[in-house]
């Protein structure tokens, strides 16, 4: 099992950047992907971004691409989230998980962490 921390949430105005941290403990050798996923009031969870543990390939929502830049940090056990250009509708619960079940897109994970919140203000 891996556990996951997230952190860098917060309040910006939109046109800001925030940068989200995912840090991984335990069983982090068995980690394959890393991907973050974001839940706004009255929505469904939806994915953001997600990446390969070992070869770095990224995967990216059309509504965050070319604004957010998804990272790791082996050494670390820890992912990143660096979200440029915010905007109000990016205003949501951002989530961390590991271990995909089958597509990373797809939002069946084995590990979630707690969330942080992101708000965006107009």
């Known amino acids: 099992q891996v556990q996951l921390v997230e952190s860098g949430g917060g309040l910006v105005q939109a046109g800001g950047s925030l940068q989200l941290s995912c840090a991984a403990s335990?069983?982090?050798?068995?980690?394959?992907?890393m991907g973050w996923f974001r839940q706004a009031p009255g929505k469904e969870r939806e994915f953001v971004a997600a990446i390969n543990w070992s070869r770095g390939y990224t995967y990216y929502a059309d509504s965050v691409e070319g604004r957010f830049t998804i990272s790791k940090d082996n050494a670390k056990n820890t992912v990143y989230l660096q979200m440029n250009s915010l905007k109000p509708e990016d205003t949501a619960v951002y989530y961390c998980?590991?271990?995909?079940?089958?597509?990373?897109?797809?939002?069946?994970?084995?590990?979630w962490g707690q969330g942080t919140q992101v708000t965006v203000s107009s």
């Open positions: 335990g069983r982090t050798f068995s980690i394959y992907a």
């Open positions: 998980a590991t271990d995909p079940r089958d597509s990373v897109y797809s939002g069946n994970y084995a590990s």
